[in-house]
């Protein structure tokens, strides 16, 4: 027990900066929305489209798009957010057990 206790400050810290990346690559999913001719699977974008994708096939299974917009990259930010509220911010489960 004493081993997990010592890792939860590493666990925190991997939690949040692998939220953190996912949230920024969600909104970065957004901003090329209003790009259509950009094609994500050439130069740079693969490295935001590869992680981001096979989750937002999924989502899309669940939610259609209002008015020809995909709106599951915002829900993901909504979940990613609402996620590291309530594990590791202030008041969070994560954060309490570790301070």
């Not at 970065?28 to 974008?45: A, C, H, S």
């Not at 020809?68 to 309530?86: K, M």
């Not at 590791?88 to 954060?95: A, D, N």
């Amino acid at each position: 027990m004493p081993l997990l206790v010592k890792s939860l400050p590493t666990l925190h810290f991997l939690m949040g900066f692998l939220i953190g990346a996912l949230t920024l690559a969600f909104l970065l999913r957004i901003i090329l929305t209003w790009y259509p001719k950009i094609d994500l699977r050439t130069g740079f974008w693969p490295i935001i489209f590869l992680p981001t994708e096979p989750i937002l096939v999924f989502t899309r299974k669940i939610v259609a798009p209002i008015g020809g917009v995909d709106v599951t990259p915002i829900i993901w930010v909504g979940l990613l957010s609402l996620f590291r509220e309530l594990f590791l911010g202030q008041q969070g489960l994560l954060t309490q057990i570790i301070f």
